[in-house]
């Protein structure tokens, strides 16, 4: 038992460190990736400088709208990250006619769906301390009341529900070969469904009570209630958490079934 769950953490040690060598062969993509999240911080710092907004609702207690919408796009860029990441790759595989090796190979479906989704929600979740810091740095982001341990559950939390999103969104691209063009309308709606650069309150009566069925809405809440301390992060990442653990086991399961379909059809590598 214990030989065999080494072999599977092997397995998904691959994959991640293969993603990683691919993805730091191409150095200036790297570096402009990196930039260009970091602008849109920017592009919010000058907009609330020069607006300085006057919003009557409740900002989750950020102290700023710049403060209220910097976890808002660092956690888009997770979302960004679990999902059309993940689907770009996923279709890169089928064109590249490697998904047909890895699935020669003795690993298992949900072993695979993980092993994909492992790097993008690596360095996603890396990326967002960063830009954070660099906010705090660069921007005068205070964190005087951040709990450290809350924001690293919160970003975590909300990187596996989104890795989730995302492995469901890689069968659909599976069995319908361009479902990638799905993957960034659901980052639209989910990021703002849950509030990332407006509170949700501002939202018409029913999309606001739409929005507690999106796990976007208990990310940002959870990333800032450790960063502002002015609410609990405990019981939205506590509900992230749920999201997550119910959208791998879907997603898991609805990434076998693909798989399967398509290896059976022959239809893996078909453009």
């Known amino acids: 038992m214990t030989s065999e769950l080494s072999l599977r953490a092997h397995a998904l040690r691959a ?3 293969r993603d990683w060598l691919v993805a730091r062969s191409y150095r200036t993509s790297l570096v402009t990736d990196l930039v260009f999240g970091f602008l849109n911080l920017l592009i919010y710092y000058f ?8 919003i009557g609702v409740n900002l989750d207690g950020a102290p700023s709208y710049f403060a209220f919408a910097t976890a808002g796009v660092v956690l888009a860029l997770v979302l960004q990250a679990g999902t059309v990441v993940l689907a770009r790759r996923v279709r890169e595989e089928q064109l590249t006619g490697t998904l047909e090796m890895l699935v020669a190979q003795p690993i298992d479906p949900p072993e695979l769906a993980l092993g994909l989704a492992g790097f993008p929600f690596l360095f996603a ?42 492995i469901s ?9 361009r479902g990638d063009v799905l993957a960034p309308a659901v980052v639209v709606a989910l990021t703002l469904l849950g509030g990332a650069v407006f509170p949700t309150q501002v939202l018409p009566g029913w999309l606001d009570a ?10 940002f809440e959870a990333v800032r209630g450790a960063q502002f301390g002015a609410h609990s992060w405990i019981v939205p990442s506590l509900i992230l958490i749920g999201f997550a653990v119910v959208g791998l086991a879907v997603g898991l399961y609805l990434f076998t079934l693909a798989l399967r379909y398509t290896a059976r059809h022959g239809t893996l590598n078909q453009y």
Request: net charge positive; charged share 10%.
């Open 15 to 17: 994959l991640i460190r």
């Open 210 to 219: 739409l929005s507690y069925a999106t796990p976007t809405r208990y990310a």
């Open 169 to 177: 969104i890689a069968a659909i691209i599976l069995v319908f070969k």
């Open 125 to 166: 979740v890396g990326r967002a301390f960063l830009y954070l810091l660099l906010a705090g740095v660069f921007l005068g982001l205070s964190f005087a009341h951040t709990s450290w341990v809350g924001l690293v559950v919160a970003l975590c939390s909300a990187g596996v529900g989104f890795a989730a999103i995302g």
């Open 47 to 54: 907009v609330a400088r020069a607006l300085r907004p006057r």
